[in-house]
């Protein structure tokens, strides 16, 4: 097995555990028969990927059934891919190559709710850049929550990545530029900058990281930026308003999941990928630096859904 999968695997180990708690039961049986269509249907509520695509499942294992004589248990396996794979096709966020030296650095805004997990999503992806060759540095801007900086702080001298900050209280859109001036002059070609959890309810915050956009689209002409809702994948499908919310206000452009191997409903991301289209760029698999992985459609469906039958 190789380790990225691996990663996938044992992170998703809750959701699919609790998949094949049901499934495993089903392949044990001898027939496809309503009762046991309403168990897999729930099953797959119970992992949340959300009621269309679920609903699709459905139909399709109850069509296939009705049309093949042959129709094995473990067609619900293959046919539960297909749709998955399906829903996601496209759903792999791309960062674009490295820009030129002389070009000006690129942005990437870390948003969502308080410990949704962004300063960790921070420090985990100024690791993964800078052992991808990129220059980073990363903006402490989460002036408001205490612990953010001396968080943020640590992670930089453990994975060794540089950090501007400001003290408690300070002007989010004042350390986010002067970020970005250090990132000018260091000719660093990635900026991070973790900001301040808020509730997408509250319009005065969603403002403030407006405003930080405003102060740095004012810097360079065409500033490529990049806007990822950090997302705590233990919510499941009930984050969908609050990425709507984030989305209208700010224009994200991707998708962190976070906190996956603490949750049975890893498959929520299938449900809001479908209703935003946003792309997935990481997920978070783990605690550890390396345990947030670049997001593959294939290793997830696979690591749900794949080799062991039963579990
Ligand atoms: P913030 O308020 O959004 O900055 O959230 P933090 O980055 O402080 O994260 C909140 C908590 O979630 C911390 O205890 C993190 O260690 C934890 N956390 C973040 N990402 C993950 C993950 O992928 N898996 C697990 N198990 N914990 C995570």
New binding site residues.
């Given amino acids: 097995m190789f380790g990225l999968f691996k990663k996938f695997c044992s992170g998703l180990a809750k959701t699919k555990q609790r998949l094949f708690q049901t499934l495993g039961s089903i392949f044990r049986s001898d027939k496809i028969n309503p009762a046991n269509l309403e168990s897999i249907e729930e099953a797959l509520y119970t992992a949340d990927f959300g009621v269309e695509t679920t609903e699709e499942i459905i139909a399709q294992i109850r069509q296939t059934h009705k049309e093949n004589k042959n129709f094995q248990q473990q067609d619900i396996l293959s046919i539960t891919t297909h749709v998955l794979s399906r829903v996601l096709q496209g759903s792999e966020g791309r960062l674009p190559a490295p820009v030129d030296i002389h070009s000006s650095p690129e942005v990437l805004y870390l948003v969502?709710t308080?410990?949704?997990?962004?300063?960790?999503?921070a420090a985990k992806c100024a690791h993964y850049f800078q052992q991808q060759g990129r220059k980073v540095i990363v903006g402490a801007c989460?002036t408001f929550?205490m612990a953010?900086n001396e968080?943020i702080h640590t992670w930089s001298q453990r994975l060794e990545f540089e950090l501007v900050a400001s003290q408690h209280g300070a002007d989010a859109a004042a350390v986010a530029y002067d970020t970005y001036k250090a990132a000018c002059h260091r000719q660093k070609d990635l900026v991070i900058l973790d900001t301040a959890?808020r509730l997408h309810t509250k319009e005065g915050l969603m403002k403030e990281l407006v405003k930080m956009k405003r102060v740095l689209q004012k810097q360079t002409e065409n500033l490529s930026e990049h806007t990822w809702l950090?997302l705590d994948g233990s919510l499941g499908a009930n984050a969908i308003t609050s990425v709507q919310r984030f989305h209208e206000i700010l224009g994200l452009t991707g998708i962190v999941m976070?906190?996956?191997?603490?949750t049975s409903r890893g498959g929520s991301l299938v449900g809001i990928y479908r209703q935003l289209q946003l792309p997935i760029y990481f997920l978070?698999?783990?605690?550890k630096p390396d345990?947030l992985q670049p997001f593959s459609s294939e290793d997830y469906i696979r690591a749900l859904l794949g080799e062991t039958r039963e579990n």
Avoid: H, M, P
């Fill in positions: 969502g308080n410990g949704s997990g962004k300063t960790t999503t989460d929550r953010a968080q959890g950090v976070t906190k996956l191997d603490g978070g698999l783990g605690e345990d």
